[in-house]
């Protein structure tokens, strides 16, 4: 590492962890693994740590970014608390468990859990502590039933998938063929090289010297939507629904305002390392990923801890954090995995006169995504009319839509229907004759606002009802009366439940941007304050808050002075001149 200097800010203690990965490269095997059962489901019940007076890393949070970037650092040798206000970890990739099922909070399509390639990222955030998960790989991402009769498997096989699509828009073979291939182009490149933060110069220019032509090709495409590529290469209108539908399914925008890095990932690593179930569900990663990071010395994570605000030094520098019942813990960095809303909003965890104007910039061209109503419900398989098994047929994701003008606006359960049923794949979740049904629409939080009790109840039952009618109608016959019992999330739930500002899903796009150009990275302009999740690059998504998680421990790994990176004030100067560049853009 001819370019790399190592700043002398000393290190807290090296943990077993460090000597492990130590070790673990010398002699180039894989962290020891252990491979956690179905059967232990829930979170271990030892004694909580002691929360610590003071840390390299205090994290705000513990979603899927905080996670990975707790354990990265710990994994390391720093020191790390992850504070956490829910009584779990893992945000909106939580669970609750309710007369025997386990239902997952969010939506049960994972990737990331590949063993191949440097984009497994959810593989790699496990081994990052040595852990490792039983997965069930699903046979089809998912099927559409969508408008204009269209009725489309996304098959783990890409040729298989293809060959669908292009039965339906035979016209369109090359288009289709030329879109998807460019959605390769991207996941090639980025597959083929290690993933850490766009915002240390080091690795940039150790990046680019070893992989000279995929960062070029991966600059060809940061500034483009999958709508530009898309239009470049098909015309057909109903094609270019579907392709908005494939992009909304996942970034809750259509194809013109969703970046192409995303679509690359998403359209190429399903077929890849492919989609994967965790044995025991979704909430099973980050169970591990927390006793992972435990078994780190001075690395802890607290639930039931709510920080209500971010101290600074006399210099204006994040030192610390305060919770809500006034304890503190100090600080050499803070990460916060609130949203950019609940970290720098009004009510925030920074006072407002020093929110720092590249705030303002990103609310200019961010807006919040709507929440989603969720709809859990335990399911009777005997009284359903239609085969619930692999074997007959039945897939595990559905995305259903009646008209295509209503995929992003119809209210109350009239618009795009999201299916998961994980018990297809995972029969340990649910007793014996029973399936998990968890069915999620969009929906706004101003429609449950100012709602009496029993109107809220009522609203949350309108919605069930319509929206089992329309499945019923169309998907499940019997449906309605095979539902044993049911919960329902609204986007009030979501709030309350996940910390998020609105119960949103993430920041999207306010108007047409160039890509990801204009996405925040890990660090913030205050000093010592870092952003992670799908608050920062690359956005919503479980291997997306992953990849941002190790982007955020390697920046934070070089400003602690862990890991080598530039002499300071060069490494200082290049950080600044590229954000410059880039935000001009
Ligand atoms: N692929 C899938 O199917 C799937 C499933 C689940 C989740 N996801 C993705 O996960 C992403 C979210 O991950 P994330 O890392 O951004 O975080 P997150 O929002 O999931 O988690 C943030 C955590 O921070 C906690 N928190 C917030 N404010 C706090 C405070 N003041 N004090 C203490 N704790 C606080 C919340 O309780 C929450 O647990 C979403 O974009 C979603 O797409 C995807
Ligand atoms: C050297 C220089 C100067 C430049 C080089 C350029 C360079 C190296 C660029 C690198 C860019 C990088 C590293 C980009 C990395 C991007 C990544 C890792 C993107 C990952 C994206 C993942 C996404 C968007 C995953 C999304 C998954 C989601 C949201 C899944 C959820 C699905 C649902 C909510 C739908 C559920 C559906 C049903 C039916 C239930």
């Known amino acids: 590492m001819g370019l790399a200097f190592q700043i002398s800010i000393p290190v807290t203690r090296a943990t077993p962890c460090v000597r492990r990965a130590a070790l673990d490269r010398k002699h180039e095997r894989r962290p020891r693994a252990s491979v956690a059962r179905a059967s232990n489901l829930t979170s271990s019940k030892k004694t909580p740590a002691p929360l610590p007076e003071a840390v390299d890393a205090v994290f705000i949070g513990s979603g899927m970014g905080a996670l990975t970037a707790a354990a990265d650092l710990a994994s390391k040798g720093a020191s790390v608390a992850v504070l956490e206000s829910y009584i779990i970890p893992g945000g909106s990739s939580g669970w609750f468990e309710r007369k025997g099922f386990r239902f997952d909070a969010g939506a049960s399509m994972i990737f990331g859990f590949g063993e191949r390639g440097t984009t497994n990222l959810l593989t790699r955030a496990l081994a990052t502590v040595g852990k490792r998960i039983e997965t069930v790989p699903d046979a089809v991402q998912v099927r559409y039933h969508l408008p204009d009769e269209l009725d489309i498997k996304v098959h783990r096989e890409y040729d298989e998938f293809l060959a669908g699509l292009i039965k339906r828009f035979p016209h369109e073979e090359k288009g289709i063929r030329k879109f998807y291939g460019a959605c390769w182009s991207v996941f090639n490149s980025l597959n083929c090289m290690p993933l850490k933060s766009l915002e240390e110069p080091n690795y940039l220019l150790q990046v680019f010297a070893a992989h000279p032509i995929a960062c070029l090709n991966l600059l060809r495409f940061i500034g483009r939507n999958a709508g530009d590529i898309a239009r470049d290469h098909i015309k057909d209108e109903t094609l270019l629904n579907f392709i908005d539908m494939e992009c909304y399914s996942w970034s809750v925008v259509p ?128 009284d359903l009319q239609v085969g619930m098994s692999e074997e007959q047929g039945m897939d595990c994701h559905h995305i259903m839509l009646d008209d295509w003008d209503e995929i992003e606006t119809a209210r109350d ?46 609203k949350k039952e309108a919605m069930l009802e319509t929206v089992v009618a329309r499945l019923e109608k169309k998907l499940f016959p019997g449906l309605k009366s095979a539902i044993e019992f049911s919960e329902v999330g609204s986007a009030r739930t979501h709030r309350r439940y996940l910390g998020r500002v609105d119960g949103s899903y993430g920041p999207v796009a306010k108007k047409k941007l160039r890509g990801l150009l204009s996405m925040p990275f890990n660090r913030t302009d205050v000093d010592k304050l870092y952003c992670v999740g799908d608050s920062t690059f690359p956005g919503q998504g479980l291997n997306a808050t992953a990849f941002s998680g190790f982007a955020c421990a390697h920046r934070v790994a070089a400003d602690l002075g862990i890991i080598g990176s530039l002499p300071g004030p060069i490494d200082r100067f290049l950080t600044d001149l590229l954000s410059r560049q880039r935000l001009k853009l």
């Open 255 to 382: 194809a013109d305002l969703t970046p192409m890095i995303n679509a690359g990932m998403v359209f190429s690593d399903r077929h890849y390392g492919g989609i994967n179930y965790p044995v025991g569900g979704v909430g099973r990663i980050s169970e591990e990923i927390v006793a992972g990071i435990e078994e780190c010395d001075g690395c802890s994570v607290h639930f039931r801890t709510r920080v209500s605000k971010i101290l600074f030094d006399s210099m204006g520098a994040a030192c610390g954090v305060k919770l809500v019942n006034g304890r503190t813990v100090s600080a050499k960095v803070v990460i916060s995995n609130a949203t950019r809303w609940d970290t720098f909003g009004e009510k925030g965890l920074v006072e407002a006169e020093r929110v720092p104007p590249s705030e303002e910039r990103f609310r200019e061209r961010y807006v919040k995504s709507p929440s989603f109503c969720s709809l859990h419900m335990a399911v009777r398989e005997k």
């Open 413 to 458: 359960g009239k618009g795009t229907l999201f299916v998961s049923i994980p018990t297809v794949l995972d029969k340990s979740l649910a007793p014996p004759g029973m399936h998990i049904f968890h069915v999620f629409t969009p929906s706004w939080v101003d429609e449950w606002e100012g709602l009496s009790p029993k109107e809220y109840r009522a």
